[in-house]
């Protein structure tokens, strides 16, 4: 059985026995498909495309819950699906090395 | 018929123990594997990163805007790191019902007979005696196994660490 799309937990029949996800909050997951875009998919299973990442449009960054995740990873065409988060100290470390210093106004 | 203790001590309690403790192993194992991956691609793809765009006003009050070639950097770099899953609990309940019962039941019939005839006669009594004793039991069993995963850090050689080393001589004050 398939969790229903955006429901508050996912229960699924396995090893002879009932499975259920409880949902927490929605975090960012990179969604990989083997083919196309997967933007459709990723609206079908109630998640939000967040960022497009490369010119093919097989790699996205999308907005959902675990169980959404989950369920979206069963997809023929979706080749990954993994957790990520932004680390935002990295990423201002990596502008100031770069020499990106903000608003500067003349 | 065995009894209730017996049927408590029956519970496979150290197998369930030991199959969930593989299947959180096992499950850790695939978690691990999906955020490595995760890590692999989000290394391997690049993003061109602008790092400055100038924003020019000119005397008339028309805008214009140019901007710094863009540098190409990873996923990764940029700060965009593969979330690590932890199992950071796991429960077994077990509940049992366990429902005996007995019922006795003793049925006797009798039946008498007796004949009179020509110089003669004759008596019989038969006795029918049955006892029937019926043992019942019911057992009902349910388990629940409860596992709670939460995100955590990864881990800390994964990302590569930003060292800068500027071997420009000091400006000369």
Redesign the interface.
Same mark, same amino acid.
């Given at each position: 059985m398939r969790a229903s799309p955006g429901g508050p937990a996912g229960i699924y029949g396995k090893f002879g026995a009932t499975v259920e996800f409880q949902d927490g909050p929605p975090?960012l997951f !990179?969604v /990989?498909s083997a083919n196309g875009d997967p933007s459709a998919l990723v609206v079908v299973h109630g998640g939000q495309v967040a960022l497009r !990442?490369?010119g093919s449009g097989a790699?996205v /960054?999308a907005r959902m819950t675990l169980t959404q995740a989950l369920s979206l990873q069963r997809e023929r065409g979706i080749r990954?699906v993994?957790?990520?988060?932004?680390? !935002?100290?990295?990423?201002q470390? +990596? !502008?100031a090395? +770069?020499?990106?210093v903000g608003i500067n106004q003349e | 018929m065995a009894s209730v203790g017996q049927e408590l001590l029956d519970v496979p309690l150290p197998e369930m123990v030991m199959k969930l403790g593989l299947g959180v192993a096992e499950a850790q194992r695939a978690l691990d594997e999906?955020?490595v $991956? *995760?890590a692999k691609?989000?290394a391997d *793809?690049e993003?061109p990163?602008v790092?400055?765009i100038t924003q020019t006003i000119a005397a008339d009050g028309s805008v214009s805007f140019t901007q710094a070639p863009p @540098?190409d @950097?990873s996923?990764l770099?940029?700060?965009?790191?593969? *979330?690590f899953?932890q199992f950071a609990e796991a429960t077994i309940e077990v509940t049992m019902d366990i429902k005996t019962t007995m019922s006795r039941e003793t049925n006797i019939k009798v039946s008498a007979k007796a004949k009179v005839g020509f110089a003669m006669w004759s008596a019989s009594v038969k006795t029918d005696v049955s006892h029937n004793r019926k043992f019942g039991k019911e057992v009902r069993g349910t388990s629940r196994m409860i596992t709670r995963m939460v995100?955590v850090p990864p881990p800390a050689r994964l $990302?590569p660490v930003?060292n @800068?080393v500027d071997n420009r001589p000091a400006p000369a004050g």
């Open positions: 975090g !990179l /990989v !990442l490369n790699v /960054v990954m993994g957790g990520i988060h932004m680390n !935002l100290g990295r990423y470390a +990596l !502008l090395s +770069l020499g990106a | 999906n955020s $991956e *995760t691609l989000l *793809t993003v990163l790092l400055a @540098v @950097v996923l770099q940029i700060g965009l790191m593969p *979330t899953y995100p $990302e930003l @800068v």
